[in-house]
């Protein structure tokens, strides 16, 4: 969340504030060391990294049946406990703890599926969780199968020790977010009913902000940008090499690229990146704090702007993005080429209009003859509301276990399941509770790795919140 341009003041601000913490969330781990409870939730995170659950190796329903089967063992009622989805190989889970029913239910989610992951890539087998030098390893393990082990475990623990919630429980694990999200939207779109809620609280958004291990502030996400892919492309009718033309495809292309590349979109902010500019502004030398919390109040001078735009964290939250980000064209090494083509890839800002930008886009080509086509349709995300139902207990929990850091809400530049129950009316809310190192987040990529006790105070967090709600 804070990336190089914009670190605190020094760490010593950091950890004068979190001694405090760092003694307070060493007893959750004593605690349980020998319960039960931390050996449950190690076991079924260890299940669930040894399923490849990737599109290339047959998708999400085994690890979606393990799930189900889990729940049904502690004692679920097998009504209560659904495995579904769009296809059989792209299956999720549906189960309902069931509470008194005083309040409306809350919806609780995670995704099984990973990305791919080439056991030639990595340091040790990815689909094994591996302890080793503090850190347990293994894909999944941050993104998400940590945010599901910790549903699970606690799912089962709390159905054991015969909790009554004022309200019901709803888990949500879908089984292919990482690809084409049909498994949300089936859920959201086929079976709304099953998953009415007040609100959603998403265990693969937010975080626990951390510099080498030591917290520094809780992130709850409560809003994302719209994903928007668009595939642009030049034609014409080629020839030889040797009679090069004016009209070539590829230098028409990047000719338009490079005008996309200079454009700026407007800087615009809604209630979360307003409250994560005011927040976040504390902890940052006087020139960009006073940069950031002008932004915040609408009274930002172009200099502060700049000032704000030299961090691309912070740009992509005030800006809608597009990028190129795939390429390819020509047919031979001595034709010219008679096509060629990029994927443009756009996060727009949630309160932004797709259609707008789409416009936009096509201005600034500024070629008529290109050929633009969506590939990827966008989901409307609209920010959810920062109400005290949600962030009161949010916020309760984190200051019983860390409680010398802010909570910060903010709005994630990523696109997650989130997006499509925030666009049937489902407020969301990014709520991990895993503690992550700015500077070595290994999502999607080789040797993916979390430190253990990150895991175990992330269970335990969401055990207490659970109770709190």
């Known amino acids: 969340m804070?990336?190089?341009?914009?670190?605190?003041?020094?760490?010593?601000?950091?950890?004068?504030?979190?001694?405090?913490?760092?003694?307070?969330a060493e007893a959750p781990f004593e605690a349980l060391a020998e319960e039960d409870p931390k050996l449950l939730a190690r076991e079924i995170y260890s299940d669930l990294i040894a399923f490849p659950s990737t599109e290339s190796r047959g998708g999400s329903a085994e690890i979606a049946k393990y799930a189900a089967d889990r729940l049904v063992a502690a004692g679920f009622s097998e009504k209560d406990v659904q495995v579904m989805g769009p296809?059989?190989?792209?299956?999720?889970?549906?189960?309902?703890?069931?509470?008194?029913g005083?309040?409306?239910?809350?919806?609780?989610?995670?995704?099984?599926?990973?990305?791919?992951?080439?056991?030639?890539?990595?340091?040790?087998?990815?689909?094994?969780?591996?302890?080793?030098?503090?850190?347990?390893?293994?894909?999944?393990?941050?993104?998400?199968?940590?945010?599901?082990?910790?549903?699970?475990?606690?799912?089962?623990?709390?159905?054991?020790e015969g909790f009554e919630p004022s309200r019901d429980f709803i888990l949500m694990l879908t089984g292919d977010e990482e690809t084409e999200m049909n498994s949300v939207a089936y859920f959201a779109n086929e079976k709304r009913d099953l998953i009415d809620a007040a609100f959603a609280l998403n265990t693969d958004g937010g975080r626990i902000e951390?510099?080498?291990?030591?917290?520094?502030?809780?992130?709850?996400?409560?809003?994302?940008?719209?994903?928007?892919?668009?595939?642009?492309?030049?034609?014409?009718?080629?020839?030889?090499?040797?009679?090069?033309?004016?009209?070539n495809a590829i230098y028409e292309l990047a000719e338009a690229l490079l005008r996309l590349r200079a454009h700026q979109f407007p800087v615009s902010l809604n209630d979360a990146t307003r409250n994560y500019f005011r927040q976040v502004a504390l902890f940052h030398e006087p020139e960009m704090a006073a940069a950031m919390m002008a932004l915040a109040e609408d009274r930002a001078s172009e200099a502060d702007?700049?000032?704000?735009?030299?961090?691309?964290?912070?740009?992509?939250?005030?800006?809608?993005?597009?990028?190129?980000?795939?390429?390819?064209?020509?047919?031979?090494?001595?034709?010219?080429?008679?096509?060629?083509?990029?994927?443009?890839?756009?996060?727009?800002?949630?309160?932004?209009?797709?259609?707008?930008?789409?416009?936009?886009?096509?201005r600034v080509l500024a070629n008529d003859a290109i050929r633009m086509t969506i590939t990827y349709e966008p989901v409307a995300s609209p920010p959810s509301p920062l109400t005290p139902d949600v962030m009161d207990p949010v916020k309760r929990v984190a200051a019983e276990m860390y409680p010398a850091i802010p909570v910060i809400a903010y709005m994630s530049a990523g696109f997650t399941d989130g997006a499509h129950l925030r666009n049937v009316g489902i407020p969301t809310y990014g709520v991990s509770a895993l503690g992550e190192d700015t500077d070595d987040i290994r999502y999607h990529g080789r040797d993916e790795r979390i430190r253990v006790k990150s895991f175990y105070n992330a269970v335990e967090y969401w055990y207490r919140l659970l109770h709190a709600l």
């Open 305 to 362: 702007i700049a000032r704000l735009d030299a961090s691309v964290q912070l740009r992509i939250m005030m800006r809608t993005t597009c990028v190129a980000t795939q390429l390819e064209g020509g047919h031979a090494e001595n034709a010219l080429p008679q096509m060629a083509a990029a994927i443009v890839n756009c996060r727009i800002l949630p309160q932004e209009s797709p259609e707008e930008i789409i416009a936009t886009v096509r």
């Open 210 to 247: 951390t510099d080498d291990g030591q917290p520094l502030a809780f992130i709850v996400q409560a809003a994302e940008k719209v994903y928007l892919a668009l595939r642009i492309e030049v034609t014409n009718r080629g020839g030889h090499s040797s009679r090069p033309r004016a009209d």
């Open 87 to 100: 296809s059989p190989e792209v299956a999720g889970v549906l189960a309902r703890f069931r509470g008194r």
């Open 2 to 24: 804070f990336d190089r341009t914009t670190r605190p003041r020094s760490k010593a601000v950091y950890l004068s504030a979190v001694l405090g913490l760092v003694l307070a």
């Open 102 to 160: 005083d309040r409306e239910p809350v919806l609780l989610l995670a995704h099984l599926d990973v990305v791919e992951a080439l056991p030639e890539d990595w340091s040790m087998p990815p689909f094994e969780l591996t302890e080793k030098d503090g850190y347990f390893y293994g894909r999944g393990t941050a993104d998400n199968k940590a945010g599901a082990a910790a549903l699970l475990a606690n799912f089962i623990r709390l159905k054991r």
